[in-house]
């Protein structure tokens, strides 16, 4: 489908975008993931402008995603709850902690389990239906 004519707007545009937004981003944080621990281990990086680097790139983070929530419940006027909104704007704070990483692992995960596992569903066996009962 990757930019086959054939399948129109898909392939030409929407499979290419989806390549270089989801699939490739995750290899690039890992290999910088890994360039921050080989700097550290080598005595490149201080742990200090390691922190600094972590600040900004953090601040920047949540900068950008309290826009968008912001944008969101303003600007096109999405009805939400107050309370959802301050939920939402909490969790910018500790998304870059955890929910980053472990998207990225899940990511590289799916993506090597695409190439390297069986793709199929295997056997289902059935089990029946059995309907709700009716209320008296």
């Known amino acids: 489908m990757i930019l086959n004519p054939k399948y129109g707007v898909i392939g030409l545009f929407s499979m290419p975008f989806y390549i270089l937004t989801e699939i490739v981003?995750?290899?690039?944080?890992?290999?910088?993931?890994?360039?921050?621990?080989?700097?550290?281990?080598?005595g490149?990086?201080?742990?200090?402008?390691?922190?600094r680097f972590f600040v900004i790139t953090w601040v920047y983070s949540i900068i950008h995603t309290m826009y968008a929530l912001i944008?969101?419940?303003?600007?096109?006027?999405?009805?939400?709850?107050?309370?959802?909104?301050?939920?939402?704007?909490?969790?910018?704070?500790?998304?870059n902690l955890f929910y980053?990483?472990?998207?990225?692992?899940?990511?590289l995960k799916g993506f090597f389990r695409f190439f390297?596992?069986?793709?199929?569903?295997?056997?289902?066996?059935?089990?029946g239906?059995?309907?709700?009962e009716k209320a008296s």
């Open 44 to 51: 490149v990086l201080s742990w200090e402008t390691l922190l």
């Open 129 to 132: 239906f059995a309907p709700a």
């Open 116 to 127: 390297t596992s069986k793709r199929e569903w295997g056997a289902m066996e059935r089990e």
């Open 71 to 95: 944008m969101e419940k303003y600007g096109i006027g999405k009805k939400m709850p107050l309370h959802h909104f301050i939920i939402r704007m909490f969790i910018t704070l500790i998304e």
């Open 25 to 42: 981003p995750p290899f690039f944080e890992l290999i910088g993931y890994c360039a921050l621990a080989l700097g550290i281990g080598m």
């Open 100 to 107: 980053r990483q472990i998207n990225i692992w899940c990511k």
